[in-house]
């Protein structure tokens, strides 16, 4: 017999993305590559592994982000597991990850990974330039969460998420909030797997 206690919900962080950026960006080339990266799968080679296997085959659900990287990592999984044990398959727009804002500042150039870390601060400390802001961003993940602690104490038993670094950040946050047992922060390595356990006694 299943009790609450054994229910779980594994966080998984996408597979590496295809392609690199060409050396340092602008303004316009930074909102080229992020208006182009959802659209991006997995990189060439790009293998999930065993852990990530063996949670997917694990789950009764399994929760998709419907960007392609996700959606990408997913099927890979997927296809390792037996046909009969393949769980069944949800992509929910409410998984995509945080969009980043592009700053304003036109002659600066940077790498990808310094843009991302600018502009996370950014965003962190209340500029949003006309993405989905910090507080929408946390009611987003709020809302999540409750669904997906509801769905597997009610009716999955386990539930796998597919999804991205900042957005499993804040799923993280938010299961935990609501009485999951996990780590404070997610695994944010590319296909890595993080696992969270219902807190309500048996």
């Known amino acids: 017999m299943v ?21 340092w960006l602008d303004r316009d080339g930074l909102a080229a590559w992020f ?17 990530l296997v063996a949670a997917v085959a694990a789950s009764d659900r399994v929760l998709v982000s419907p ?6 990592t997913a099927d890979a999984a997927l296809a390792r597991v037996a046909p009969a044990a393949r769980p069944p398959v949800t992509v929910d727009p409410d998984l995509v990850e945080i969009p980043l804002p592009v700053l304003p500042v036109p002659r600066l150039r940077l790498p990808l990974d310094a843009w991302d870390a600018a502009a996370r601060v950014a965003w962190l400390a209340g500029y949003a330039g006309g993405v989905e802001s910090r507080p929408e961003a946390l009611a987003r993940g709020r809302r999540v969460a409750g669904r997906l602690a509801a769905l597997a104490l009610d009716r999955a038993g386990t539930v796998a998420v597919v999804a991205h670094g900042f957005t499993n950040i804040l799923l993280a946050r938010e299961l935990r909030r609501l009485g999951w047992d996990g780590p404070r922060l997610p695994d944010h390595g590319n296909g890595a797997v993080t696992t969270y356990r219902s807190g309500m006694p048996t």
């Open 35 to 51: 208006g182009s990266e959802g659209l991006r799968g997995i990189a060439a080679g790009a293998e999930p592994s065993a852990a």
């Open 67 to 72: 960007l392609a990287r996700a959606r990408a």
């Open 3 to 23: 009790t609450a206690a054994d229910r779980r919900i594994h966080l998984v962080r996408h597979l590496p993305t295809a392609g690199t950026p060409p050396g």
